[in-house]
């Protein structure tokens, strides 16, 4: 079983949709959790983080952390064309190196 | 700009042969690491350093090498290239001090390599 799981879609919405974009973990010392975007042959870029439980709004974009589940979330409201991308959740422990455990990615394409 | 430096962007190697993929970045992170990205197996670890002089591996290490003599540069040796090493590599870095508020890695924009 993978310490991460994610959805690898694909993914269609119409434009102003809200999207919701989920993962599932397994390791309960997970501390830190991020979402990553990346474009089409680009390198993933850091979106939103945030650490241990509760929810944390930037804009269009809400991150929400349930460790309780081991659920995270992360909700895209009135979408966009330019949102069309591939979302990668992260996490990692709060102690040791600093490496990340990426989930497989969601495709995403908003439709215009 | 400040960023993560990759080079080159795309490669074709014949089964067999060897090369390098540079990495270099300017923020002075000292936590660098390297990745593959495959279809529907998304970015797995292959090596990673906390510092100059100390790097270690990661997930999926075999037929890799690496080194890590300065701050700002981490190679990624192939040593004898197969057609499973067709893939996006990718490196990364970060501050890795727990004082610093900075959770997330830089990437590089890629090095497309085919392996015939």
């Known amino acids: 079983q993978k310490e991460v799981e994610q959805d690898p879609g694909p993914l269609s919405v119409p434009e102003g949709a809200i999207v919701s974009l989920n993962c599932t973990y397994s390791?309960?010392?997970?501390?830190?959790f991020m979402w990553y975007r990346q474009y089409s042959r680009k390198g993933p870029e850091l979106l939103m983080y945030?650490?241990?439980?509760g929810n944390k709004e930037d804009g269009r974009f809400t991150a929400q952390v349930d460790k309780s589940s081991k659920y995270i979330s992360l909700f895209i409201r009135d979408s966009q064309p330019s949102d069309s991308a591939t979302y990668l959740c992260a996490m990692r422990r709060i102690q040791g190196a600093q490496k990340l455990v990426f989930g497989q990615g969601t495709r995403l394409t908003i439709n215009p | 700009n400040a960023g993560v430096t990759q080079t080159p962007k795309f490669q074709v190697l014949k089964t067999g042969q060897s090369m390098t993929l540079q990495c270099a970045q300017d923020?002075?992170?000292?936590?660098m690491s390297w990745y593959r990205q495959d279809p529907g197996m998304g970015l797995r670890l292959i090596h990673y350093s906390v510092g100059a002089g100390i790097t270690d591996q990661g997930e999926v290490p075999n037929g890799y090498n690496v080194s890590r003599s300065t701050t700002e540069d981490f190679p990624l040796r192939l040593l004898s290239a197969a057609p499973s090493q067709t893939s996006v590599y990718f490196c990364?870095?970060?501050?890795?001090?727990?004082?610093?508020?900075?959770?997330?890695?830089?990437f590089g924009s890629g090095t497309r390599l085919t392996v015939v």
């Open positions: 990364a870095s970060s501050y890795s001090s727990l004082s610093r508020p900075n959770y997330g890695y830089t």
């Open positions: 923020m002075n992170h000292e936590y």
């Open positions: 945030t650490y241990s439980s």
């Open positions: 390791n309960s010392a997970f501390q830190y």
